[in-house]
T-cell receptor
Framework: AQKVTQAQTEISVVEKEDVTLDCVYETRDTTYYLFWYKQPPSGELVFLIRRNSFDEQNEISGRYSWNFQKSTSSFNFTITASQVVDSAVYFCALSERIGGFKTIFGAGTRLFVKA | DTGVSQDPRHKITKRGQNVTFRCDPISEHNRLYWYRQTLGQGPEFLTYFQNEAQLEKSRLLSDRFSAERPKGSFSTLEIQRTEQGDSAMYLC?????????????FGPGTRLTVL
């Protein structure tokens, strides 16, 4: 079954600290896509990053980086040198090719960055 | 590119009333999705259109819910005989058929409160 688990409900850090958000997924498909979205207090979900199941190369984009490991079905997301504006709820999401284009979201991790 | 827009942003109604929400996707995006998000949870898939065809519906979408996308552009989501349990944020997203990752871009949502 398709499932996304974000075990961390809330994380609180002080500005300039690095923070890693965990995501574990379950899928029966060999072709799938993983995403991270940010939902600030305004409510709109903002796309951040994506990764397909065939590409385990980890990357850095500005202050964002991600660690995709198929062996452990994890897709963790790191914010380096956190800022107050990073305070938001972050969602990990999984989209399989099987069963159409339904995307499943985790329950989210609320990040508080204190000045 | 003006992004996904939704109208209204907020709706308060009494139990038993009908409500209709509108979503305008990013222009030229063929796929359009509706999600429901309750407090402290991630978005839950409701239904999905490819052009004007409704290709998938969640079991969450009871017979009181109906969605249309008559001309393959904007979409409407109607809830008949609203119940207090329908109170939630209703999110719309769109994506392009030419994007193999099916990255979805979200609108600001319509927050429904049923009294």
């Amino acid at each position: 079954a398709q499932k996304v688990t974000q075990a961390q409900t809330e994380i609180s850090v002080v500005e300039k600290e690095d923070v890693t958000l965990d995501c574990v997924y379950e899928t029966r498909d060999t072709t799938y896509y993983l995403f991270w979205y940010k939902q600030p207090p305004s409510g709109e979900l903002v796309f951040l990053i994506r990764r397909n199941s065939f590409d385990e190369q980890n990357e850095i984009s500005g202050r964002y980086s991600w660690n995709f490991q198929k062996s452990t079905s994890s897709f963790n997301f790191t914010i380096t040198a956190s800022q107050v504006v990073d305070s938001a709820v972050y969602f990990c999401a999984l989209s399989e090719r099987i069963g159409g284009f339904k995307t499943i979201f985790g329950a989210g991790t609320r990040l508080f960055v204190k000045a | 590119d003006t992004g996904v827009s939704q109208d209204p942003r907020h709706k308060i109604t009494k139990r038993g009333q009908n409500v209709t929400f509108r979503c305008d996707p990013i222009s030229e995006h063929n796929r359009l999705y509706w999600y429901r998000q309750t407090l402290g949870q991630g978005p839950e898939f409701l239904t999905y259109f490819q052009n004007e065809a409704q290709l998938e519906k969640s079991r969450l979408l009871s017979d009181r819910f109906s969605a249309e996308r008559p001309k393959g552009s904007f979409s409407t989501l109607e809830i008949q005989r609203t119940e207090q349990g329908d109170s939630a944020m209703y999110l719309c997203a769109s994506s392009s058929l030419s994007d193999p990752t099916d990255t979805q871009y979200f609108g600001p949502g319509t927050r429904l409160t049923v009294l």
